[in-house]
């Protein structure tokens, strides 16, 4: 098998070492992997294309983690993107292997270099890995609040559907519109708040991958949650005289443990973030998401502690007149008023399609193919 030297580096793929002077340098898997594959096609300008189904075939990435690659390859080889002596940049196409004085040889690999003491990731030392997790953070924040608030309105509408159309609900299709924006508004911030946190512990994290993602939705949900509990029992007692038990901070906490399990039960490790499967695998994520978080739904009503339908309804049934009680729902399935099963049911619901929402949103494509 052969290796290959230019200037003062050795890189062999026999022992998938990148050797300077008889020192490895550090250099994570994938990018060792660009390297590599610029070099066996240093005749020819790569696309971006062939090299994200070649790197990272495995997942869906933002254009962004190539961008990252390429200049930690440059920053370990000593290279300027100005003035290339290593990689070129082919503007709109992808890029190039371009040092002229490059040697294949015989690798027998009989006397392995000294190992380097320096940091095993080499882009942590450009990049802390706090700050590139809040990198990345901050743009699946939006996508998980997009695909909640999606969710949300779905869920909201229909509701108002069935409950304007149910035997004896005095409620007017009016109240679509109305439970349609609660739902939205409901969604979008659950759905920034869990889309951050696994973002996050996905991006800071090396090791005990299902327990970072677990905690980290964990806490970005019950933030979000505390934060919207907290807002409606102050509006609720100050405008309107109301004071009611609302739910927030716990349910956020669960339903985005749900979604952390989830997503470590249906996606793979990534070097670069939130990982994304492909094709059916994409939907059996989306779905695996849905059932964890109805059943933590259906969990939290069981145990007293219901989702936004469920407050609405206690909201309703305290504002007498309200024309928002979800009872006719319950009698819709034979329950006198709005009762455990109803309750029960409307909570899966409300988790599933959250979670599938969610799901949607995070694991789209995040570059066109």
């Known amino acids: 098998m052969v290796r290959y030297r230019f200037s003062e580096f050795t890189l062999s793929p026999q022992q998938r070492l990148l050797i300077r002077q008889g020192q490895v340098v550090p250099l994570i898997p994938r990018y060792f992997d660009l390297l590599l594959l610029l070099i066996e096609r240093r005749t020819e300008a790569v696309h ?141 911030i659950g759905g920034a708040g869990v889309g951050a946190g696994l973002a996050f512990s996905e991006a800071a994290t090396r090791s005990q991958r299902a327990l970072a993602l677990i905690a980290g939705a964990a806490i970005g949900g019950g933030i979000v949650g505390a934060a919207v509990e907290w807002l409606t029992r102050w509006s609720l007692g100050s405008l309107v005289g109301l ?3 609302v739910g927030g901070g716990l349910e956020g906490v669960v339903i985005g443990a749900a979604a952390g399990l989830a997503f470590a ?49 206690a909201i309703a049934s305290a504002a007498h007149g309200s024309r928002a009680t979800l009872a006719p729902l319950g009698r819709l399935i034979g329950e006198p008023d709005f009762g455990p099963i109803s309750g029960a049911i409307l909570a899966f619901g409300e988790g599933g399609v959250f979670g599938l929402g969610l799901a949607i949103g995070l694991l789209r494509r995040h570059r066109d193919e």
């Open 243 to 245: 004071d009611i038990d």
């Open 48 to 188: 971006r294309r062939e090299i994200f189904d070649r790197v990272w075939g495995d997942v869906i990435v933002s254009d962004s983690a190539l961008s990252q690659a390429v200049r930690t390859i440059r920053n370990t080889l000593g290279d300027d993107s100005k003035e290339p002596r290593f990689i070129r940049t082919v503007s709109r196409h992808g890029y190039q292997f371009v040092f002229p004085d490059l040697i294949e040889e015989q690798d027998d690999a009989a006397s392995p270099p000294a190992r380097s003491t320096a940091p095993a990731v080499a882009d942590e030392t450009l990049e802390p890995g706090l700050r590139r997790a809040a990198r990345i953070a901050s743009r699946q924040w939006s996508r998980g609040s997009a695909g909640g608030a999606l969710a949300g309105v779905a869920a909201g509408g229909l509701g108002g559907l069935i409950l304007a159309a149910a035997p004896g609900s005095v409620a007017t299709l009016a109240i679509v519109p109305v439970l349609a924006m609660i739902g939205g508004g409901c969604g979008a």
């Open 265 to 313: 039960i249906a996606t793979v490790s990534t070097d670069d973030g939130v990982s994304i499967p492909r094709g059916g695998r994409r939907l059996r994520a989306a779905l695996i998401t849905a059932a964890c978080c109805g059943i933590a739904g259906l969990a939290l009503t069981v145990a007293g502690h219901p989702l936004a339908g469920g407050t609405i309804h």
